[in-house]
């Protein structure tokens, strides 16, 4: 089952926040003119206790106060600046492993309000090598991970295991065997290769033996041509096609923390890597 912590936060913040204004402008004054007028009745000063109590906030408001701000700055946070996500799949491999926890920048693509994901300010488009984050275009709920080989425009073909675009052939650098561990063990053996795309260098994993599914297309305006760094391993645009830029959650940047416990546990030599 999939979580949809944005409209989550957004409806937290709004309860919590809606309870505190109401507490302000309501019953906040109610409560200070009921003091008031207690401290007025009979003669000399009225029971500092009983004042007490009665400008006492109800439980309700106390949470609501201590926990608005709180909230609220997770989701500005969690929707324009940085959010976590966790890696499930091995399909980015040998650049992201199963269990990897990584960070996202979330305006690297443009400024999108939460929950409605409209795009209120635009700074910048993915560029070829980048490693996105999107919601899959066959089920928004869920987010995927890939890297971005074909921008409006381009020709993109995969053919033997061998990337072309606009009829330019990727060159491909054997780098050995791969040697996986955890989670990644299945993959032992699979050929490492460097790629560039872009300013970006970055390997890549396939498996001689296994045919590959191949692809020949013009990518669309306004979306994008993905594949995993696993490339004979990644439910990828081969499969389903083109991701649309109003899919697009954000840039992977930074790995903080890796959980594999197929591998043993925390991997303290992955924490703090860059993603290229």
């Known amino acids: 089952m999939n979580i949809d912590f944005p409209t989550i936060l957004v409806a937290l913040t709004a309860v919590t926040g809606l309870i505190w204004a109401a507490d302000a402008l309501l019953l906040a004054p109610r409560r200070r003119a009921e003091a008031a007028a207690l401290s007025a009745r009979g003669e000399g000063a009225a029971d500092p206790r009983q004042v007490e109590a009665v400008l006492k906030e109800p439980t309700?408001?106390?949470?609501?106060?201590?926990?608005?701000?709180?909230?609220?700055?997770?989701?500005?946070?969690?929707?324009f600046l940085?959010?976590?996500?966790?890696?499930?799949?091995?399909?980015?491999?040998?650049?992201?492993?199963?269990?990897?926890?990584?960070?996202?920048?979330?305006?690297?693509?443009?400024?999108?309000?939460p929950v409605v994901n409209t795009k209120v300010l635009d700074l910048g488009a993915p560029e070829r090598g980048d490693v996105v984050v999107f919601r899959f275009p066959r089920d928004p709920g869920t987010d995927y991970i890939k890297r971005v080989v074909g921008v409006p425009g381009d020709h993109i073909?995969?053919?033997?295991?061998?990337?072309?675009?606009n009829g330019e052939k990727v060159p491909q650098i054997p780098a050995g065997a791969y040697r996986g561990s955890g989670s990644g063990i299945s993959m032992s053996g699979a050929s490492v290769r460097e790629e560039q795309l872009?300013?970006?260098?970055?390997?890549?994993?396939?498996?001689?033996?296994?045919?590959?599914?191949?692809?020949?297309?013009?990518?669309?305006?306004?979306h994008y041509f993905v594949m995993g760094d696993n490339r004979d391993n990644?439910?990828?645009?081969?499969?389903?096609?083109?991701?649309?830029?109003?899919?697009?959650?954000?840039?992977?940047?930074?790995?903080?923390?890796?959980?594999?416990s197929a591998g043993g546990g925390i991997a303290w030599d992955r924490i703090g890597n860059s993603i290229n």
């Open 198 to 222: 872009g300013d970006v260098r970055h390997k890549i994993l396939v498996v001689p033996r296994i045919r590959g599914i191949d692809a020949d297309v013009t990518v669309p305006e306004g």
């Open 157 to 165: 073909v995969y053919r033997d295991k061998t990337l072309y675009i």
């Open 234 to 260: 990644s439910n990828d645009s081969r499969y389903w096609g083109f991701v649309p830029d109003e899919n697009l959650v954000g840039k992977a940047f930074m790995i903080w923390m890796n959980w594999d």
């Open 60 to 79: 309700l408001v106390e949470y609501a106060k201590s926990f608005f701000p709180v909230i609220l700055a997770v989701l500005l946070l969690r929707s």
């Open 82 to 113: 940085v959010e976590p996500f966790r890696i499930p799949s091995g399909s980015m491999m040998p650049t992201l492993l199963v269990g990897d926890f990584i960070l996202v920048n979330k305006y690297a693509y443009g400024i999108r309000l």
